[in-house]
């Protein structure tokens, strides 16, 4: 790799830096930093109104492998990661087997070092439990030395206290959060969206607001009695960002993230009946979409995370009651986040990159990525201008289940450079 980026804007909060640079990359390394650089022997690519940022990571991601490869691969989620402006992704353990065992681990983390020439770093995360049925720990010592990152047990939240407060204070010994699908079972049992008024107006299965505020609520008492590290996966209700916030307040170690999804569609969007609007936590109303958006701006949601789920055609095309839950969003991201909040004023592009890379790592306990000379050139580039339209047909991607088909969309990545691997967009 020999690369003169020309004229970009770098934004790094790890180092304090917003200004246009231009970076001379050697072997996978910044060799140079500073303005009007110059060199011979190497291809230069303008950069002018491209903002350069630290590699984003998507701490909620579903690979399928293994299991399930005709929803997803590790080779195509990686390839739609980087297209999407990813540099590194973490896997849930949804898959079959689930992510259990150190075995499991090896597999996925052996298979993301050829996938792409090892482009995107894959961070497995492990279940909390013994085949995700909670009953039993799953071997939190042996996972966590296999290299794993967290624990959850994805789609199904730890419903047991006493098995979650085992889990929080195992966990902790190994310095790795539990990140928790908050949801009370009995109470969404047969729901497929958003109880409320247009649930009651389509005569669906409603799912309600308060079975996501009651999890938090208990979650957030264990974690205050344990010490322990709690966070939420895909925050979706006003209820939960309160609770995250008082939290926060009294400065108990609870993170939270929010999709992309969350904080742009409301229930309103189930009435086409598309299957693509059907998601676990299902699509609120718009009064949690502006508190979701509030939890951003002020800092009680720390993340940004797609909760990319992949599922093929054909389990897509069935009665809404019958769909699978889920969509994907790796390559849109980027693009709905720049839209629905830079534009709208609820983040800057400064806050942008530390929801999409500073925090996750942070909260990961992963090293920081920091755009300086000498330091690994780990780098997401995005055109903050760029306008096009969502065309599900061109994702790299396996599947194309989103509801975004045909939103005309501001912002989008240009490439990513990771591991000595360039990939351009």
Known sequence: MRL????????????????????LLIDGKIEKLGRTLTSTSVEVIDLKGKIIAPGFIDMHVHLREPGFEHKET??????????????????????NPPIDDESVVRFIQNKAKVALSGLVDVYPIAAVTQGRKGEHLAPLAELSAAGVVAFSDDGDPVFDAELMR????????????????????????????????????????????????????????LTDYTGAQYHVAHMSTAGATELVRRAKARGLNVTSEATPHHFTLTDDAVRSYDTNTKMNPPLRTREDIEAVRKGLQDGTIDVIATDHAPHSYDEKQVEFQAAPFGIVGLETAIGLSVTELVQKG?????????????N?????????????????????????????????????????????????LTGRSVGVINNGQVYWS
């Open 4 to 23: 003169l980026l020309k004229g970009g804007r770098v934004i790094d909060p790890v180092t304090v830096r917003d200004e246009s640079l231009d970076l």
């Open 74 to 95: 590790i080779l195509t989620g990686c390839t739609a990661a980087a297209a999407g402006g990813f540099t590194a992704v973490c896997c849930m353990p949804n898959t």
């Open 166 to 221: 085992r889990a929080l204070e195992y966990a902790a010994m190994y310095k790795r959060p539990i990140i928790q699908h908050a949801q009370d079972l009995p109470m969404t049992k047969g729901g497929v969206m958003n109880e409320g008024f247009t649930s009651t107006e389509l005569g669906l299965a409603g799912m309600p607001p308060i079975a996501e505020d009651v999890m938090v609520s208990r979650d957030i008492a």
């Open 346 to 358: 609820v983040l800057s592009f400064y806050q942008l990159v530390e929801k999409f890379s500073v």
């Open 360 to 408: 996750p790592r942070r909260i990961l306990h992963l090293p920081q990525i920091q755009i300086e000379e000498g330091e690994p050139a780990n780098l997401t580039i995005f055109d903050p201008l760029a306008e096009w339209t969502v065309d599900p047909s061109t994702f790299k991607s396996k599947s194309k289940n989103t509801p975004f088909s045909g939103f005309r």
